[in-house]
């Protein structure tokens, strides 16, 4: 390995000043050792952060950009690896094998992967991966290990983003003062980032991590902070309690009136229970932890508010079905039920029997397809779809949707087809437009609430305005990005415009809709008194302009007043 360094080092032809050369060539000597020491997970920086730079520049295709999110996942791979193989040769051919993913990076689109629920589930894995490859039994070692780890991650962040924050400032301020790099500041600020978190990052923390193996005791012999202890004692400990207490009396509400928990119960349960027994954890390295009695009751607490949740869940499902997201909820109680249970059981709450169980799970409804988290929720949803599209009369013996003659009106077919379009997005985002095109005969759920929504809605009371195009067309001149199924959503002062993720696209103001929707109300009703049917005039009217952005309005309903009371729209512009 000397005698490798050394080559290193002779290349690179550091020539530091004669103040600085031993601190230089010692810090040179540790660099080449961690780069030689982790060359796949070296290799794996460069390939990413060349992939980076290649659909930043439009060489390759740009959806593969989104590939650098695999990252964390290839690199734990690689790590791991790494680690097991120092002592087996046969792990460490595997490792030298783990450098093919590299290839992966350049070939295999992952962008609706990482969007998916399988993305955080797997990123689960890696981190309990991490901290329990080395089998560390006691509960305190394990701890200490993966505090270690978190340690080495942040403080290569923190190098990394100092680095970052340092060119940044550099070449803003250069920029600012004299003129120059103007048209060049975006690609100095991407390059910089992703050498920053995509290489030195990586390395920083291969090399922070170097002790590892060699000098462990001194790397697990960390203390905690004594700001830590009084987080852990007099923040988050008392928070807890005060979590529980409303819990606990919610829980009794519900009970003493014999009604159903609501749904987001369950995400409060979870994470109340991981928050327990995580500082259950931590509280042996305090020196001087309170409220010790209350966390060994850790367990016996947790079992009422994980019987709400199973309660809770459990119905939910059995109304609407498994989605991919109910189903890692579920493996999510199952494991935390488990844990519960294994602390109950004297000498089993092991943090690595928790972590293993983890990972086998989140494993199994993840990679194996037939039972996935992702094919179940397609099985579900699509059993509901032709349900609830048979109830409502709209679907052929082939399962494809077509247009009712008449109009619904009727609440409860509307409130029906509302969410048989929610299921129908769900569906859309899982099997892509084709395929839903070829089975359904709609390819998204703006396609099915233009043409078959149609036909469910709500009329609107006599006292109300309806403004509504007349043709599904609208100007696209000058606009150079559009976003496609939309939900708009009227709230007290503004109109929420947001994706199929629910991400905030734009917020327009009420009050310029008002205006705008006021004068079209007067355009509409001077033609209706000429005896003319409201054409094209009032269609441009419906296309409302806001900054570098272009609604254009299906339909609006309007109160006598003048307030608008909902507003469908399938597309947003953008310029």
Not at 272 to 281: L, N, R
């Given at each position: 390995m000397n005698t490798k360094v050394d080559f290193f080092i002779t290349c690179i032809n550091i020539k530091p000043e004669p103040v600085m050369k031993t601190n230089m060539r010692k810090f040179a000597r540790e660099l080449a050792a961690t780069l030689l020491g982790n060359p796949v997970e070296t290799l794996l920086s460069i390939a990413l952060l060349t992939l980076s730079v290649l659909t930043w520049k439009e060489i390759l295709d740009t959806k593969l950009g989104e590939n650098v999110l695999l990252a964390p996942l290839f690199f734990t791979v690689s790590f791991v690896l790494n680690r097991l193989g120092r002592e087996r040769k046969s792990i460490k051919v595997l490792?030298?094998?783990?450098?093919?993913?590299?290839?992966?990076?350049?070939?295999?689109?992952?962008?609706?992967?990482?969007?998916?629920?399988?993305?955080?589930?797997?990123?689960?894995?890696?981190?309990?991966?991490?901290?329990?490859?080395?089998?560390?039994?006691?509960?305190?070692?394990?701890?200490?290990?993966?505090?270690?780890?978190?340690?080495?991650?942040?403080?290569?962040?923190?190098?990394?983003?100092?680095?970052?924050?340092?060119?940044?400032?550099?070449?803003?301020?250069?920029?600012?003062?004299?003129?120059?790099?103007?048209?060049?500041?975006?690609?100095?600020?991407?390059?910089?980032?992703?050498?920053?978190?995509?290489?030195?990052?990586?390395?920083?923390?291969?090399?922070?991590?170097?002790?590892?193996?060699?000098?462990?005791?001194?790397?697990?012999?960390?203390?905690?902070?004594?700001?830590?202890?009084?987080?852990?004692?007099?923040?988050?400990?008392?928070?807890?309690?005060?979590?529980?207490?409303?819990?606990?009396?919610?829980?009794?509400?519900?009970?003493?009136?014999?009604s159903l928990p609501k749904g987001n119960l369950a995400y409060m349960v979870i994470a109340?229970?991981?928050?327990?027994?995580?500082?259950?954890?931590i509280l042996p390295l305090l020196e001087r932890p309170l409220f010790v009695r209350i966390y060994e009751s850790a367990s016996l607490i947790s079992i009422l508010p994980l019987t709400i949740f199973w309660i809770g869940t459990i119905y939910r499902i059995s109304e609407y079905g498994y989605t991919a997201g109910r189903v890692y909820l579920i493996v999510c109680g199952l494991i935390l039920s488990l844990s519960v249970i294994l602390y109950l059981i004297r000498h089993m709450g092991r943090l690595l029997y928790v972590a293993w169980i983890t990972i086998v799970l989140l494993s199994v409804f993840t990679y194996i397809k037939p039972i996935s988290a992702k094919q179940t929720g397609i099985d579900s949803q699509l059993r509901i779809l032709k349900e609830l599209a048979t109830e409502l009369e709209i679907s052929g013996e082939d399962g494809r949707l077509f247009v009712p003659d008449q109009l619904h009106t009727d609440s409860a077919e509307v409130k029906k087809f509302d969410r048989m379009s929610n299921v129908f997005d769900y569906l859309a985002d899982e099997l892509g437009y084709d395929k839903m095109k070829q089975m359904y005969g709609y390819g998204s759920r703006s396609e099915l609430r233009t043409f078959v929504g149609e036909k469910f809605r709500i009329t609107c009371a006599v006292e109300q305005y309806v403004l509504e195009r007349t043709k599904n067309i609208f100007p696209v001149e000058g606009y150079s990005k559009s976003f496609f199924e939309i939900s708009c959503r009227i709230d007290n002062d503004s109109l929420s415009i947001t994706n199929s993720k629910d991400s905030l696209l734009l917020r327009i103001p009420n009050h310029l809709l008002e205006t705008l929707s006021a004068t079209a109300i007067s355009k509409r009703d001077s033609l209706l008194k000429a005896g003319i049917k409201p054409c094209n005039t009032v269609d441009s009217l419906l296309n409302f302009s806001y900054m570098e952005y272009m609604l254009p309005v299906n339909y609006m309903s309007i109160s006598a007043e003048g307030t608008i009371t909902s507003v469908y729209a399938t597309n947003l512009l953008v310029k």
């Open positions: 490792y030298w094998i783990s450098v093919l993913q590299a290839v992966l990076l350049f070939t295999v689109k992952a962008a609706f992967w990482v969007s998916s629920p399988a993305y955080p589930a797997s990123l689960i894995i890696a981190v309990a991966l991490v901290a329990s490859y080395n089998f560390k039994r006691d509960n305190t070692s394990f701890v200490r290990n993966f505090i270690a780890y978190a340690r080495e991650i942040i403080f290569a962040l923190i190098i990394a983003t100092a680095i970052f924050l340092s060119i940044l400032a550099i070449f803003h301020s250069i920029s600012y003062l004299f003129g120059v790099f103007e048209e060049s500041l975006n690609d100095i600020t991407f390059y910089a980032s992703t050498t920053c978190y995509l290489f030195i990052a990586p390395v920083a923390f291969l090399q922070l991590n170097s002790k590892a193996g060699e000098d462990e005791e001194k790397r697990l012999g960390i203390k905690v902070f004594r700001i830590f202890e009084l987080v852990i004692n007099y923040i988050l400990s008392p928070a807890i309690f005060i979590y529980t207490i409303i819990l606990y009396v919610y829980i009794a509400g519900i009970v003493f009136e014999m109340f229970v991981i928050s327990f027994f995580a500082i259950k954890s």
